[in-house]
């Protein structure tokens, strides 16, 4: 056990000064009953050069990104992340610190916070946003458990659309079947988008909120404001999943009226990490605030006079309201965050948007490439795109994978997986970071899949 | 350290500046591939500042915040040890960060199998039937957990929508209890600090559907009567759920299942070593017994025929409560830690803890008063009370006053049973030499209240900022950073 | 900032402790294969301490120096620029880290490639007939380029041993041609500061083996002559060497071999930027002539049908000054710089430093005095020779003062040929808040001066330490820790 | 260029205070006939994006010690380096700063370096250290330097053994060359060691000082008292070139009466890095420390009386004593040395033993492996060894490299390379880090190789 730092002396000197002999004199307050009857059965432990040998070993025999041509996506994109985000994240000042309680002690912390809500507002186009969740599902779930607070009163019925992300949908499902009195009913899709007169026919009086995503799952950007009227009309709140890349190029929703903005973070230098940690970004109009979960960081003065950040409106906050908190959420995800807000720093507007660029330049020329091989076809032609869309092809969507990942080829998702319907469908993202050459080949052994 | 205002990056901003340029593409970005409505008109603000001038930013402002390694941060509860470097680059080798969630299972075997023996692990260690490294964090793993109690009931007593919770629980508990949809039910401590298991047993009625039970509690001491509890719960098909953040005291030791627990969470972040972050990620893997078990959260690794793979089909599961598996890169650090550790190294976690924190108990009894003077488990809690009465000096000023003698201070104030109350947690990581360093400052800080409560109730001195007014920032709500308008003309 | 003093590893040092167990070897470690005579009877006294104190150590620590990143860092004559971290990954990355310099060539082709590109980009901005990326520093550099020189006169003059160096020049000139067993002949510049080129000239005798000339020189000017004085010293057959430390000013602008020179170093640490680490490490490249060419150092990378390859066979080469080809990773960290500069980035380099300090320079024309008061390179010189006379107030105490205020003081003292002197550099990457705050920094020192000399002359307050006794630490000499003594009984 | 923080606004205002209208009058010192024609000839430059792609590219092309099982020693090593090294040594604070000319403003890194003389002084068995050298090479040439300075009165001769590293022995000759008065000779090798009768031969009143290594560069541990009792028997200075790893095994040289100890440092964490940076490490008896080169950090105290430190003895170098200097050298390997010192603490003196014990155990296993095999032997069978040894084969061991190769086999270094009369000569390095299966594997390609 390299951590502790007695010595044997240092051990009996500490007993001596407790008044007991041995430190299993200390765990006399376990009954005998409760105590572990033999010692853990747990691997023999190994050092860290047996450690690296393992990391190198499953490297090896991993797939990984840097060596797969790869266009998986479908919620988790393969971005460039510059060597600053490590550097400038990761000062173990950031790292090793907890939750900033005492402000005094934590100026570094809530300062990052409070210019990464300033990020996350700008992108979103909200008033105010908080310092992070848990990740894109669980976000898009609380955001409807805020809608409930907002706009419960007297209304019941939640419309999520089904081009939210459908892990999201589950979740959204999970956290709302135990709140009483309200219902999640799906808006179906039209060619690969909400049904708009679905929506309108679905939204009523009861309705507490719209919860739609773009560029939804299927990567196509959704009319948001036309959502966002179908909403209002009836005094739903809208909420929005977005991405955080694509708000570069797309109209904020914050502009087209959204009540709630939120979504994964992982875009913004999260990497992909085989599931996270990644973070949630939530922002809302100012007159929500007080319903907000999570932290938020706020500018103050000291009694000198001199700027300086809290946490604050901890009322809404379990540590002080308990039960009658927005939300149970305690630790979150700070240093992702502070990884975005890094990433955000360092690409600047223009950056940013060059990324977003990036993606559409290679998504597109990757769709058209597809999209002109025999057998296949875009599955939703016309429908305008960002990153990713869907394709389909002449055979099953799981053999083409399987058929490509013989040529160190990821093609992308198979929608089956969700769509039952449509097992042939294949959801292809192409970020920023794909080549040409990458594409081509991507196109050339799609084209001879079997 | 420079104490003048520095600026935010907004306000270094300057149009045109740049950190990382990005490559231009190398196929035509199409004109209109987006509907003109539904194109973006002004860009974000973003700073825009150069490398230089970003990575000064986070080094100085960084440099502002009080950190596990600057010096001890015996905040109770929150288990500040030492985070092992070396776990930081595990995670980051290309078998764990460079692959994704949903790329073919066969080629990120090595991952899957890490998850899948991290369960194990798990379940060795608490006892249970089921672990699931699903949840993000501690309270995420309560309200799962909740989650997996009410569908239980639901098939059975759907009527059950009740948890009984005793005052000294951490304010996630109540809270993940309404998130649930369900109703806390409070119930004082006995004055030794212990739950009152005949209050509890009393309140158990048609509509309890479990209680949830800290163990060691907050306030350091181990429940002796939690399996007595758990068999009142178990009589009236009801659960008990342990939360598991001080789990640091008794792993390897004692396993929660041996109880009489129903589920728990674990807070890795605390036991097993992932490094805060200033608030995150942690993540919060729960446990469970059988009759819980279909309920448990999907998706889960299976392992059939050597080979591992991803399973959604639990037809009775709660689903998901957040994206993907796990927060791989976070639980897979306390994976590192526990197969660096093994079955020994572990059980010396609890051993140490308990140590420290009973030393720097006794070493402290002089100068605090302890409402609940006993062997401790890993952390103990004391109050401020009669300092203040003698000097005025409170325990929000001793905590300030420690940062001036180099210590982030113990969390205060909670629980919230104990009045001016310090709630310290040294962790198995400190030294004597740090911990009697510790007590010395706090005999100083008592001396100093006595003689001169003005240098303790205006600290802390050395820090960039003294007392922040948390008033203001709640009145004048400012949350986000804005220009200067322009100046007119 | 806490002052008080923090403990050296050694003193926390506690027998039995360790950060890094290594795993049992899995053949047996053979008893009796170092001969007993040869064996260690008792292991070298290292810390023993855990990973997390050694954590704590090293960032305590090391968060006691000023730094570029935590502040401008206006150090004359040393380019202390921001440094990139795209460049640190870069040289992590397998295929230049985790390769051995005597492993097969064809499995290194990559890295023998950038090693060359680089000897040719080098090539391309100093104007010379060949580059070697050989030596390790600035002062490795002038030592080879002076026993290239010197090979060249053993076989032509084997009498010539004297180099020509400017009053103004740094130390490791004069100490590099000792070194390299020759004599110094110092010059005395003129009154503008610019070289004395007809005093040099008639200083040009039988024995000259050359002149080594700073350009810009030490005080940041240009010296125009300089063409002169190569043709002077080309007419006896002689050299000129040009110390390239200084390349910042220039680099893209002009190129020194237009200048007359006949060889050069550039430290690639000041104007390629590779962090300067506390004192190292850095890289020293050399630009030559054709005529010194074969006298270069070995080893060499080749470029030959498209392959590259290591060439020891220079019949006539000095012969290595140091192991292997070069300091690989740090000469690619500038690799990596001019790769993602381009052209037009390289050229504003110069011009951004030079922008910077004549800015600055006209910014501090009322605290100052400038001796050479003219348009300046990159960097300037001031004297502080006037404010100590009015106020008593030392240069020296200047700078300790500028700590406090929350800058690194320049270069002081240096060169030598100025009194009471100040150089100061601010580079390119510096911005003009920066600049203007630093400026005020100095008026608001010189108001202190005049006003209250002492809060001057004691400085700095805000530093770990005040003041150090150099006398003492010279007379005293401690330079290893050692144990106290047991005590006795 | 995204380094320099200007707005177009900045230079305008900038330009504006100077007094011109260009930054390009700015440059009118420099007379037109001296400034470059036209636009250096650089290639475009290119983002950090495509940077790591050419990285990546590069290291699918090179055979890594990652991807190769590897024997390749000879001076560079391929030793375990724990993550603390990288985390600790490498923060902005240490890696940013300049030499600690101000030592208020740099007690970090005169502490670690202080601190890092104290280890080097205990491994090498001596009194002062400097706070590091180029590399292992100089070190011994400065070694040789420094040795005429305190022993050159009179004397004329420096004696090297052939078992020095041959680059090191190069190095030295080239800096040796120039010193008048001063030559080197050699002294040969008997069974692979140096030969003791040859050194006594060569020893005289004229020698200034001799210089050895050990363990040698055919890896053989030479016998150092023999060695220094042969050298002080006429009153010449005892150099010693050690292996910072093997002295935790073997008596160190001060222990035997060395007066300079010097070597490489690049086995204490500095990684394999294709040749640099590396760092030299050095140390002396103390009577001859206002002799040494290079920076030393000294204990003093502050006016408050608080302990500090300082570079001392600044009288011995460059920036003050100028051609009087003891060396030239200014910048050094600093945050290198930083990299030994944090290995070495994390370590401590057990765990240096275990990683010594480690290369003892698997370099007598390879070789008993090797010389078991038919056609191979051991070159000087008998000799102590530590890490390396040479072993002779059927083959030219050109051939045999070759051929291992293509299976990913480094099996070491030819010695042709140096010694033209052992062309089947290998010089084979076995560290911590190989596992029984590789060398097992180096043993059975061996046997097949052709
Ligand atoms: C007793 C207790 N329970 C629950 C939690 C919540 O855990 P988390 O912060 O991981 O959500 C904490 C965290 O501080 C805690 O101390
Ligand atoms: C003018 C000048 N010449 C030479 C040198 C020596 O260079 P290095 O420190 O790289 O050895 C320096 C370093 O400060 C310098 O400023």
Redo the contacts between chains.
């Keep these: 056990?390299?951590?502790?730092?007695?010595?044997?002396?240092?051990?009996r000197?500490?007993?001596a000064?407790?008044?007991?002999r041995t430190?299993?004199d200390?765990?006399?307050?376990?009954?005998k009953?409760?105590?572990?009857r033999r010692?853990?059965?747990?691997?023999?432990?190994?050092?860290?050069?047996?450690?690296?040998?393992?990391?190198?070993?499953?490297?090896a025999?991993?797939?990984?990104?840097?060596r797969?041509n790869?266009f998986?996506g479908?919620?988790?994109y393969?971005h460039?992340i510059?060597?600053?985000v490590?550097?400038?994240?990761?000062?173990?000042?950031?790292?090793?610190?907890?939750?900033?309680?005492?402000?005094?002690?934590?100026?570094?912390?809530l300062?990052?916070?409070?210019?990464y809500?300033?990020?996350i507002?700008?992108?979103t186009g909200m008033?105010?946003?908080n310092?992070?969740m848990?990740?894109?599902?669980?976000a898009c779930?609380e955001a409807c458990?805020m809608a409930v607070r907002v706009n419960g009163k007297g209304r019941r019925k939640i419309l999520v659309s089904r081009g939210l992300?459908p892990?999201?949908l589950?979740?959204t499902?999970?956290?709302l079947?135990?709140?009483?009195d309200v219902v999640v009913e799906e808006v179906p899709l039209k060619d690969g988008v909400t049904d708009l007169g679905a929506l309108a026919r679905m939204a009523d009086a009861d309705t507490i909120g719209v919860l739609v995503q773009t560029p939804n799952f299927l990567g196509i950007?959704e009319?948001?404001?036309a959502v966002a009227a179908a909403a209002k009309a009836k005094g739903a709140k809208l909420l929005v999943c977005a991405d955080p890349i694509s708000?570069?190029?797309?109209?904020?929703p914050g502009?087209w009226g959204a009540d709630i903005v939120c979504g994964?973070g992982q875009q913004l230098a999260s990497?992909?990490?085989?599931?996270?940690?990644?973070?949630g970004f939530f922002a809302a109009k100012q007159e929500y605030?007080r319903q907000m979960p999570g932290?938020?960081?706020?500018?103050?003065?000291?009694?000198?006079g001199?700027?300086?950040?809290?946490l604050?409106?901890g009322?809404r906050?379990?540590?002080?309201?308990?039960?009658?908190?927005t939300?149970?959420?305690?630790?979150?995800?700070?240093?992702?965050a502070?990884r975005g807000l890094?990433y955000?720093?360092?690409?600047?507007?223009?950056?940013?948007?060059?990324?977003a660029?990036?993606c559409?330049?290679?998504a597109?020329?990757a769709a058209e490439r597809i999209a002109a091989l025999p057998g296949w076809s875009l599955s939703f032609p016309g429908k305008?795109?960002?990153h990713e869309f869907a394709v389909d092809g002449p055979l099953p969507a799981e053999r083409v994978?399987?058929s490509l990942?013989r040529k160190r080829i990821?093609p992308g998702?198979a929608l089956s997986r969700w769509w039952k319907d449509a097992p042939n469908r294949l959801l292809v993202a192409a970020t920023?970071?794909k080549?040409?050459k990458q594409?081509d080949a991507l196109a050339k052994a799609l084209a001879s899949a079997k | 350290m420079h104490r003048d205002d520095d600026p935010l990056l907004y306000e270094t901003s300057r149009p045109g500046l740049r950190a990382a340029p990005l490559p231009k593409p190398e196929v035509p970005v199409p004109a209109d591939a987006i509907p003109a409505h539904l194109r973006r008109k002004a860009p974000p603000l973003l700073p825009e500042v150069t490398e230089g001038e970003l990575a000064r930013h986070f080094v100085k402002n960084s440099r502002k915040n009080v950190c596990v390694e600057t010096g001890f941060y015996p905040l109770g509860s929150c288990t500040m040890k030492y985070n092992p470097k070396r776990h930081e680059d595990f995670v980051m080798s290309p078998a764990l960060f460079r692959v994704h969630p949903y790329q073919p299972e066969e080629g990120v075997q090595p991952v899957l199998r890490m998850l899948w023996e991290m369960s194990d692990f798990l379940e060795e260690l608490t006892g249970f039937h089921g672990v699931s490294v699903h949840p993000s964090a501690g309270s995420h793993g309560e309200l799962t957990c909740l989650m997996m109690i009410r569908a239980y009931h639901s098939e059975h007593h759907p009527e059950r929508d009740e948890i009984l919770i005793p005052d000294s629980a951490h304010g996630t508990n109540p809270a993940s209890v309404t998130m649930c949809g369900m109703k806390p039910v409070n119930v004082p401590s006995r004055p030794d600090g212990l739950l009152d298991i005949q209050a509890m047993k009393a309140l158990i009625g048609p509509r309890t559907a479990g209680a949830m039970v800290t163990n060691p509690n907050t306030l350091g001491l181990f429940e002796r009567q939690i399996h007595d509890l758990a068999d009142a719960l178990h009589a009236v098909d009801a659960f008990l759920f342990m939360d598991g953040a001080n789990f640091n005291a008794i792993v390897g030791k004692a396993r929660p299942a041996d109880f009489g627990a129903d589920c728990m969470h674990i807070n890795l972040h605390k036991t097993f070593t992932i490094p805060h972050g200033g608030g995150g990620p942690g993540s919060g893997p729960i446990g469970y017994v059988e009759k819980l078990a279909p309920y448990a959260p999907t998706p889960v690794v299976v392992k059939e025929k050597g080979k591992f793979r991803i399973d959604w089909n639990r037809p009775k599961s709660i689903g998901p409560v957040r994206t993907f598996l796990s927060s791989t890169g976070a639980t897979l650090r306390s994976y590192a830690y526990i197969r660096t550790l093994g079955a020994e190294g572990v059980r010396r976690i609890a051993e140490g803890a308990v140590l420290n924190a009973n030393y720097l108990r006794v070493k402290l009894r002089d100068v605090l008063k302890f409402p609940y003077d006993r062997t401790c488990m890993h952390e103990f809690v004391a109050s401020g009370t009669d300092l203040k009465e003698r000097t005025g000096v409170k325990t929000l000023d001793v905590a300030k006053r420690l940062l001036d003698h180099g210590f982030h201070p113990p969390t205060v104030y909670f629980p919230l049973i104990v009045p001016e109350c310090l709630m310290i947690e040294p962790t198995e990581t400190e030294s004597k030499a740090t911990l009697d360093a510790f007590a010395d400052a706090l005999h100083r800080i008592v001396k100093e209240a006595e003689t001169d409560p003005a240098v303790v109730t205006t600290a802390p001195h050395t820090m960039p900022v003294r007392r922040l007014d948390e008033v203001k920032a709640a009145r004048d709500l400012r949350v986000r950073w804005r220009p200067e308008p322009a100046p007119a003309g």
Tied chains: 1, 4.
């Design positions: 056990m390299p951590y502790i730092p007695h010595s044997a002396e240092d051990v000197a500490m007993l000064a407790i008044g007991v430190v299993d200390l765990f006399e307050d376990i009954p009953s409760l105590r572990a010692k853990p059965r747990l691997p023999r432990p190994i050092t860290e050069l047996e450690l690296q040998r393992e990391a190198a070993a499953a490297a025999k991993t797939e990984t990104f840097d797969m790869a998986v479908a919620g988790v393969d460039f510059p060597a600053v490590q550097h400038l994240a990761h000062r173990v000042e950031t790292v090793t610190s907890y939750t900033p309680y005492q402000p005094e002690a934590s100026q570094g912390n300062t990052f916070m409070f210019e809500q300033t990020a507002c700008e992108l008033d105010v946003s310092a992070s848990y990740e894109g599902g669980s779930a458990l992300h892990e999201y589950r979740i499902e999970t956290y079947r135990n709140i009483k950007i009319d948001g404001p708000l570069a190029l797309l109209e904020p502009a994964e990497g992909l990490a085989y599931g996270g940690p990644y973070f605030i932290r938020i960081s706020g500018e103050t003065v000291d009694v000198e001199r700027r300086g950040f809290v604050t409106l009322t906050e379990q540590h002080i309201r308990r039960d009658r908190a939300s149970n959420i305690c630790t979150n995800q700070g240093l992702l502070l890094v955000l720093a360092a690409l600047g507007p223009t950056g940013l948007r060059e990324v660029e990036g559409l330049a290679n597109h020329y305008p795109f960002f994978i399987a990942r990821l998702v920023e970071v080549t040409r594409i």
